[in-house]
């Protein structure tokens, strides 16, 4: 078989990734927030320069799809001059920074995100893929999102800082939370982490400094689920995948001031009104937040085989957590799977309890199969 093309880099606005539908554009909100203008601005740039399309990534990132090697220049001074991305391609680049949901003005998640952002050009060059979560909430909830360095809170509410794959922390005051994440990226860059190009795995073969580990990070809370909130109303959007016609529908039902986009595929709508809009999920028993499954063949040239219908199959079989991939790659979910599904050669191999990088229970399983294995 033919490896797929793993290419070591995440999308971003100013470079675009090819896919068999044409370039994803991909645009990772401030914060995780936009106003409802500039989410209808969004909508509108998705239906002038792509093919109605949007992905909503796990790490809370929008992917515009199917946009035309011509039609791309334009559509990057649009986002410039909406705001939406940073005129300066290496600041975009490292604006990898996903937050916890629920933050509001002025609280420590949104300051430690101001001050991150400012100050982004001063870290040292890092690996393509290395993101920063700002998980400061009441409890960590952003443990099974992609991050390399983690902020976080202990159990008596204290800032820490952890290296991603590490049990604690390093205990951070505020004010000097930039220098110490600089610190711990220039050690990461220093001994060896562009070769491992995570800190999970490079803490694995690597100590860190003791006294980075004497904090120990508070108890995670529970993911959130669909439904009101005090606030607002969070909705899930099936694989992440919505059409530009269905937001637009949302935010016309909703009329919210602002939109969070959250990880794990969700919206978080700062509204009072109720919403029902079908192309979303409302109760996480009608359709699973826990089913992960990229775009699949034939958008995407790397996968080969359809990965959503098989999903959808599955999903209502109580499996558990499930992620289908079209290929090696695993875009979809970068954590393990109680089942995961990996398409190889337009077959499925099998994995329990792991990831796509894992040693396969079977392989060469069609979707007849599966259906078998799983009744």
Not at 265 to 282: G, N, Q, S
Not at 299 to 307: E, N
Request: glycine share 12%; aromatic share 4%.
């Amino acid at each position: 078989m033919n490896a797929p093309g793993i290419r070591g880099w995440c999308p971003t606005a100013h470079r675009p990734m090819r896919s068999g539908d044409g370039l994803l554009v991909r645009v990772r909100p401030r914060s995780g927030r936009m106003t409802a203008d500039k989410a209808r601005t969004m909508a509108d740039l998705v239906r002038r320069f792509g093919n109605g399309l949007i992905d909503l990534t796990s790490r809370a990132g929008l992917q515009i799809r199917g946009v035309k090697d011509d039609a791309h220049p334009e559509l990057l001074r649009a986002l410039v001059a909406e705001g939406l991305v940073d005129a300066d391609p290496d600041i975009e680049a490292r604006r990898n920074i996903v937050v916890t949901p629920f933050w509001s003005a002025g609280d420590m998640t949104d300051r430690l995100a101001r001050a991150l952002a400012r100050r982004l050009a001063e870290l040292p060059e890092l690996p393509a893929k290395s993101g920063i979560a700002i998980d400061t909430g009441a409890a960590p909830v952003l443990q099974d999102v992609s991050a390399d360095f983690r902020f976080e809170r202990d159990g008596e509410g204290r800032l820490l800082l952890r290296a991603d794959g590490a049990e604690c922390g390093w205990s951070v005051d505020e004010a000097d939370a930039f220098d110490v994440l600089n610190e711990m990226a220039a050690w990461f860059v220093r001994t060896g982490g562009g070769e491992s190009g995570r800190v999970k795995r490079h803490v694995s073969k690597v100590s860190l400094p003791g006294n980075w580990q004497l904090a120990v990070p508070a108890e995670g809370g529970d993911p959130w689920p669909p439904g009101r909130t005090k606030e607002g109303v969070v909705v899930g959007v099936p694989f992440g995948a919505m059409s530009v016609d269905a937001l637009a529908g949302l935010l016309a039902e909703a009329d919210p001031g602002c939109v969070q986009v959250m990880p794990r595929r969700c919206l978080y709508l700062e509204t009072a009104r109720p919403v029902a809009h079908p192309a979303f999920i409302h109760d996480p028993s009608a359709f699973p937040l826990d089913v992960a499954a990229c775009t699949g063949a034939p958008r995407c040239t790397q996968a080969t085989v359809p990965t959503r219908p098989i999903a959808r199959q599955l999903a209502e079989r109580g499996l558990g957590t499930l992620h289908v991939s079209g290929c090696a790659k695993g875009c979809a979910r970068s954590g393990s799977a109680d089942v995961t599904l990996v398409g190889r050669d337009g077959m499925f191999d099998l994995v329990r309890d792991g990831s796509v990088g894992d040693a396969p229970d079977r392989t060469g399983v069609s979707e007849a199969g599966l259906l078998e294995l799983f009744p």
